[in-house]
């Protein structure tokens, strides 16, 4: 994203969107926020000692005696301290006369198929597991790779892990052998906690065999501790346990130890843009710290009152964060849904809000567009009056997407909070607070208390207000990532290396006249049009922002006239004929919204986007497309059939005018 033409470089990004659309919060939720406007100042004003003071709402064993070891970019938080997070997590709930309370409602996809968990529950389930990974030799600082679909045994084995100090490394039930297996390797795993199958989009899935190609080629694992989740055939080897054996038999004993603030938690890979997978590791002290406050703060949780749901699985960040460690230290009543939103019908999701009278809902903007593509009357069957705060994670949400959401989901009343975090930060750092913040739709809004964000331009200045350029976080934070596993320098050239002293996110942003942050998308997709960095987060904003529109993504592929042009690929609401100007009126809607600068060359309508796992869009294999190469890796990709369907639109896009 380097100018190409001297004297831009105080123009990182161009800001092209305007949106003037505030909502402000609700009266009563903000009379009665657990979090007020003083908590920015008190920060400000002593940021070590509010993480302090959100620290103390944990349990320690031993109280730290710093709370930041700042050696730059190595950090270590709560130096000194030592406590347990499956005691925090579960434990400390009981002691206190609330082993009744249910953590849990677990809703399989196959209807009728629940089971719930009280906090009692999950002890003597937490503890049986921690016993029984001590029974297979697993030890404090060892490597646990767990492969599971979306049951109570996921959460459980992670617990059971931080329990006796081990380290979970969840691989999405989604990945292949390979994946798998390279994960088990860069970890030297021990063991690998897997199931029969799962169950997805109707049918029992199995995981099973993966595992078995996987860890053919791993000596170092043990075990295979297999969970009976699908009863489906499988293969069985000598390394094989079965849950049901081994750890229904275990005592529901287990005295919790207390481990160092800094001792290892869990290490999740991601896969960034290229290149070989980034073990982020997090530790525990600071990491718990920071997701039970953000979760208390940013989605006003009332832990008598609420039930709260996140949609993400927990094989990503957001579920390990935000189903797993931040939900259960605030001792709150969650849902967690197996399967899919469409199975076994597109009002699946609504169902459930409506059964268990969901209070707090968390998802991704991929869902919300994919619910808007779905139409309004699907929703609008069910009673979801019990709904008071929605959240929003993994991608930028357009203006449109948020103010749909905020009225067919949240029924007009309530606030929506768009929460921008990464595998590295390990939790929440900018957002609005529900109960203080005018939300602007489209906008992060501010960095959480306690967060030092900044935008800056290509030299690492702070832009003005008004101005576009390179998120960057400029004071070290508790759940930050402490390194890439076993790679410390390329935690340094990744994070720490483009600007002196800052940690660079990849991602672009802006900063409005307001001073509130948009986010735009990461730096790798910007477009370079006629000298303009163009985000492509604005540019599909505003063809969402057409009603015939449902998504968008857009990528610039090189032109011999602008150096790079704008190529966009829609998916057009299910309501939306496909009449033979599209391209003509989507094309001058994205000029009239943000400018000549901004029309794009190409539209090109297609039935899906490429999409990861986690949801997000990879406009890499759209700018093959758009510039006519054979398209790359496919491996991430949710369905690998998309870019088939894709391609097959192809003979359309040749440019026009
Ligand atoms: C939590 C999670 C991180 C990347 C991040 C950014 C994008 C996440 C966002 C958002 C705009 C938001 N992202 N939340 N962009 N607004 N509210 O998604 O972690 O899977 O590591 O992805 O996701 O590009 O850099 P992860």
Redesign the pocket.
């Known amino acids: 994203m380097a100018p190409e033409t001297p004297g831009t470089e105080n123009q990182a990004l161009s800001n092209l969107l305007r949106e003037n659309r505030r909502f402000a919060p609700p009266a009563d939720l903000a009379a009665g926020a657990n979090v007020t406007a003083s908590a920015y100042d008190e920060a400000a004003a002593d940021r070590l000692g509010f993480w302090e003071r959100a620290a103390e709402r944990l349990s320690w064993s031993k109280r730290w005696d710093t709370a930041l070891d700042w050696n730059p970019p190595f950090a270590k938080w709560f130096v000194g301290g030592e406590l347990n997070i499956a005691y925090n997590c579960v434990d400390r709930h009981v002691e206190a006369g609330r082993g009744d309370k249910i953590a849990y409602h677990w809703e399989g996809e196959p209807e009728g198929d629940s089971r719930t968990l009280t906090y009692s529950d999950l002890q003597s389930e937490v503890n049986k597991a921690a016993n029984a990974l001590l029974e297979l030799g697993v030890r404090k600082g060892d490597r646990v790779a767990i492969y599971l679909p979306m049951i109570p045994e996921l959460p459980i084995s992670m617990l059971a892990c931080a329990r006796i100090g081990a380290v979970h490394s969840v691989v999405f039930g989604g990945f292949s052998a390979s994946a798998l297996q390279s994960r088990i390797e860069d970890a030297d795993a021990k063991l690998v906690i897997t199931a029969d199958g799962g169950f997805r989009r109707g049918a029992p899935s199995a995981l099973k065999p993966t595992v078995d190609e996987a860890v053919a080629n791993t000596p170092n694992v043990g075990h295979v501790l297999v969970v009976r989740r699908t009863n489906q055939e499988i293969t069985t080897h000598e390394r094989d346990v079965f849950w049901n054996d081994l750890v229904e038999r275990q005592s529901d004993k287990h005295e919790a130890e207390a481990h160092d603030a800094e001792h290892p938690l869990f290490i999740l890979y991601?896969s960034g843009t290229t290149g070989k997978p980034k073990g982020i590791l997090h530790t525990t002290g600071g990491y718990l710290t920071q997701t039970a406050w953000t979760h208390d703060a940013v989605f006003d949780l009332k832990p008598e009152t609420d039930v709260y749901w996140c949609t993400a699985d927990i094989g990503?960040?957001?579920g390990h964060?935000y189903i797993v460690y931040g939900p259960l230290a605030n001792g709150a009543t969650s849902v967690i849904y197996e399967g899919t939103p469409d199975t076994p019908h597109r009002g699946r999701f609504w169902e459930v809000v409506q059964k268990y009278q969901v209070t707090i809902l968390y998802t991704?903007?991929t869902a919300i567009r994919t619910f808007m593509k779905w139409g309004d009357d699907i929703p609008a069957k069910f009673d979801m009056s019990s709904l008071r705060v929605l959240g929003?994670?993994?991608?930028?949400?357009n203006p449109e997407a948020y103010v749909w959401y905020r009225e067919h989901i949240g029924g007009n009343r309530t606030p929506v909070v768009?929460?921008?975090?990464?595998?590295?930060?390990g939790a929440i750092m900018?957002?609005p607070l529900p109960g203080v913040t005018d939300a602007k739709p489209g906008a992060?809004m501010r960095p959480l208390p306690g967060i030092v964000a900044d935008v800056v331009d290509d030299l690492g200045n702070s832009v003005p207000n008004g101005g576009g350029g390179f998120l960057a976080i400029r004071e070290p934070w508790p759940s930050m990532l402490r390194t890439i596993w076993g790679d410390d320098q390329r935690y340094i050239d990744t994070y720490w290396s483009r600007f002196e002293g800052m940690y660079f996110?990849?991602?672009g942003a802006k900063r409005d006249d307001d001073g509130d942050i948009w986010?735009?998308?990461?730096v790798d997709d910007v477009m370079l049009v006629s000298g303009h960095n163009i985000s492509t987060?604005e540019v599909e904003s505003a063809l969402v922002s057409h009603p015939k529109v449902a998504e968008a993504a857009v990528v610039g592929a090189t032109d011999p006239v602008t150096g790079q042009a704008i190529v966009s690929f829609v998916i057009l609401r299910g309501d939306a004929e496909e009449s033979a100007d599209i391209a003509a009126e989507l094309r001058n809607h994205v000029a009239k919204t943000l400018g000549p600068i901004a029309k794009p060359r190409q539209i090109l309508v297609v039935p899906e986007l490429p999409k990861t796992r986690?949801g997000?869009i990879m406009r890499r294999l759209l700018r093959d497309v758009a510039e006519n190469r054979s398209v790359g890796d496919v491996t991430t990709l949710a369905d690998s059939t998309v870019m088939n369907l894709i391609s097959e639109k192809l003979p359309s896009a040749k440019s026009e005018d």
């Open positions: 991601t990503w960040v957001t964060s991704a903007p929003s994670v993994g991608e930028p949400i768009d929460t921008w975090w990464q595998t590295e930060t900018i957002s992060a996110a990849g991602d986010l735009l998308g990461r987060t986690s997000k």
